[in-house]
């Protein structure tokens, strides 16, 4: 079986990104003759057909090329739920500062966010990754996988980086927080 | 939740600014302490006001007004003052949320420039939720934005929908005659029971559902069917003026 075939086969399958890991185990591949194959896929995917190969939330997996995005669109008829300002600013603030709880984005921004940050877990960007041991033991929040994948970031790192001291970019360190 | 006001210590902390309410004691899974120190803690947002039930603490608030000789009314209404708050934040984030973001969300007043320092992260989640709008995946629900893949009704309008549907309910009694205080069945209940109605052979609405049957009947007969449409179990057409349905699989032509 030739390898790329076999890549583009599995990952035509899959409806979630899907690493290279599981992609050299299903194929009984290295994992480097994996990532060979994948950027030889991505480069040919890249000068002819609809599809492309992309890296997103810690996997690959195929979209539709921007240019068919207004006929995919009116194919399937998505509804309009982009995020709006003030869940953006929420978002923002958990993404640099988690594991944080709301007394900590609100102090931020200097209003109330718990609607916001309820708002954000209802559509799965955001999710509880703790409890913070001090008293009435507040609830920590984290990104999640969907955020990454909303926002066609592979992993947090991809994030802008800021001039804040004490900006913390790495994912939430459950040990840390004392989970 | 057992309230033990007598176990309240008196506190001194005056949650209101000047007058403390009454030594209230709170005890629940999630929080112990007074009265006050709860009011504190939710307005710092340092307790999760979901997880403690409010209804134990107005049974602790009415025995104290029951019991209290009330020389102090400033203390008693310090304690409605601070109930009414907790009510009104655990109402607050009790309504569900799929609601437009409310205007109070937005800043009114930005603190030093930490909200501003994540200007630049804003901006740049902004361009990427703009960019990634524009690629499609398999997943309907890998998001931003919801979407289905579309199913064909055929030569069915909406229109002839709800003309069936209209004749359908002419069709119901007015009241109830069985047992009035039946289960109410859910949905996904319901289109088990139309699965089991509905078989290859094309049939109408009046001919699918079980006689008699009441308005409320017809109506959760009609959305479980319209449901089942949608998840293309059923089959639909047009045969004369009338609209038919039978098992999407190895329907009869």
């Not at chain 2, 009011?39 to 019991?67: M, S, T």
């Not at chain 2, 004369?240 to 999407?248: D, H, I, L, M, N």
Request: charged share 25%; hydrophobic share 45%.
């Amino acid at each position: 079986m030739n390898v790329l075939d076999g890549l583009e086969a599995l990952l035509f399958v899959a409806d979630a990104p899907t690493t290279i890991e599981a992609l050299a185990v299903a194929l009984g591949l290295t994992e480097g003759q994996v990532a060979q194959g994948l950027e030889v896929l991505e480069a040919r995917l890249e000068d002819k057909g609809s599809l492309k190969l992309i890296k997103i939330a810690g996997g690959y997996q195929f979209c539709t090329k921007p240019e068919f995005a207004e006929v995919v669109a009116k194919f399937l008829k998505p509804q309009g739920h982009k995020l709006g300002r003030g869940l953006m600013e929420v978002l923002a603030i958990v993404a640099y500062r988690q594991p944080v709880t709301i007394a900590d984005v609100d102090q931020i921004r200097g209003v109330q966010s718990d609607y916001s940050l309820r708002a954000l877990v209802e559509r799965r960007l955001l999710h509880e990754v703790g409890r913070k041991q001090t008293p009435g033991r507040p609830v920590l929040y984290g990104t999640t996988q969907q955020f990454l994948h909303q926002f066609k970031l592979n992993d947090l790192a991809d994030l802008p980086k800021l001039d804040v001291e004490g900006l913390a970019l790495s994912p939430p360190n459950l040990f840390d927080v004392g989970l | 939740m057992a309230p033990r006001r007598e176990l309240a210590e008196t506190n001194p902390i005056t949650a209101l600014g000047v007058i403390a309410p009454p030594p209230i004691h709170i005890d629940s899974p999630k929080f112990e302490g007074s009265l006050a120190t709860l009011f504190r803690c939710v307005k710092d947002h340092k307790v999760q006001l979901l997880d403690v039930p409010l209804a134990p603490v107005c049974e602790a608030y009415f025995a104290y007004l029951i019991n209290a000789t009330l020389d102090d009314l400033d203390e008693a209404a310090a304690a409605l003052t601070v109930l009414a708050y907790l009510l009104e934040r655990k109402a607050w984030a009790l309504l569900p949320s799929l609601e437009p973001e409310p205007e109070t969300e937005e800043p009114m007043e930005l603190p030093a420039s930490s909200a501003h320092e994540y200007g630049v992260a804003i901006e740049a989640l902004k361009m990427w939720q703009e960019e990634r709008s524009q690629n499609f995946f398999r997943s309907p629900d890998s998001g931003p934005e919801i979407y289905e893949l579309p199913y064909s009704l055929g030569d069915v309008k909406p229109d002839d929908l709800a003309r069936a549907f209209s004749r359908l309910l002419a069709k119901a009694t007015l009241h109830p005659e069985a047992n009035t205080a039946k289960a109410r069945r859910s949905i996904s209940q319901q289109m088990l029971v139309v699965l089991k109605a509905i078989n290859t052979t094309w049939r109408s609405l009046e001919d699918l559902i079980d006689q008699p049957f009441t308005r409320e009947d017809a109506v959760y007969f009609f959305l479980a069917l319209l449901e089942l449409v949608r998840l293309g179990q059923v089959g639909i057409r047009m045969e004369e003026e009338s609209v038919q349905f039978a098992r999407a699989k190895g329907v009869t032509k």
